[in-house]
């Protein structure tokens, strides 16, 4: 699946998910696009991309080595 991104200079690119991820933690666009329309950085909501920094609690996955 390709996601259509917006960069700052307005120009616009497809990219791929893990693509899109690393667009954002580095700023390089101003928003992209989802199914029900545009998802503009700083109005939209966003998933959390890395991990859960606010959760400061004991780690309850099990670990199967």
């Known amino acids: 699946m ?7 200079d307005g120009q616009q690119e ?5 693509a899109l991820k690393k667009l ?4 390089q ?3 992209f696009e989802r199914s029900d329309g545009w998802a503009v ?6 998933r959390n991309t890395g991990g859960n920094a606010d959760y400061d609690g004991p780690e309850r996955r099990a670990s199967y080595s």
């Open 41 to 46: 950085i700083g109005e939209a909501t966003l």
């Open 24 to 27: 954002l933690s580095a700023n």
């Open 14 to 18: 497809l990219v791929r998910p893990h």
């Open 29 to 31: 666009i101003t928003r």
């Open 2 to 8: 390709l996601i259509r991104v917006e960069y700052q």
